[in-house]
């Protein structure tokens, strides 16, 4: 079992920057590839970024790239995404998910966090 924990939501200005973090915890070395997936009120969950431990591959959502990256700490088992440039459509609670492979579809990932909130003010 695998075990996500996600932290450093909260509120944020249009414009501004945050930085959400993912430790992953249990038998890591069942998974190689973690991801941040984000749900809006009223919307579906969708798919934000992923990396495989080895940061040889990523791949990000069009409506992130450019301003969101995902770098991974593969010695802490930890992943982050950095947010910049946030405007009102980023807000979301955003989920922290870990799997075997790296994609974009939810179905893939085996082990999800609880999620942590991250509001945008205009």
């Known amino acids: 079992q695998v075990r996500l924990a996600e932290s450093g939501g909260g509120l944020v200005q249009a414009g501004g920057s945050l930085r959400l973090s993912c430790a992953a915890s249990?038998?890591?070395?069942?998974?190689?590839?973690m991801a941040w997936f984000r749900q809006a009120p009223g919307k579906e969950r969708q798919f934000v970024a992923t990396?495989?431990?080895?940061?040889?591959?990523?791949y990000y959502a069009d409506s992130v790239k450019g301003r969101f990256t995902i770098p991974p700490d593969n010695v802490k088992k930890m992943v982050y995404l950095q947010m910049n440039s946030l405007n009102s459509e980023d807000t979301a609670v955003y989920y922290c998910a870990a799997g075997p492979i790296v994609t974009d579809w939810q179905s893939k990932y085996d082990f999800w966090g609880q999620g942590t909130q991250v509001t945008v003010s205009s």
């Open positions: 990396i495989d431990w080895n940061d040889t591959n990523r």
């Open positions: 249990g038998r890591t070395s069942s998974i190689h590839a």
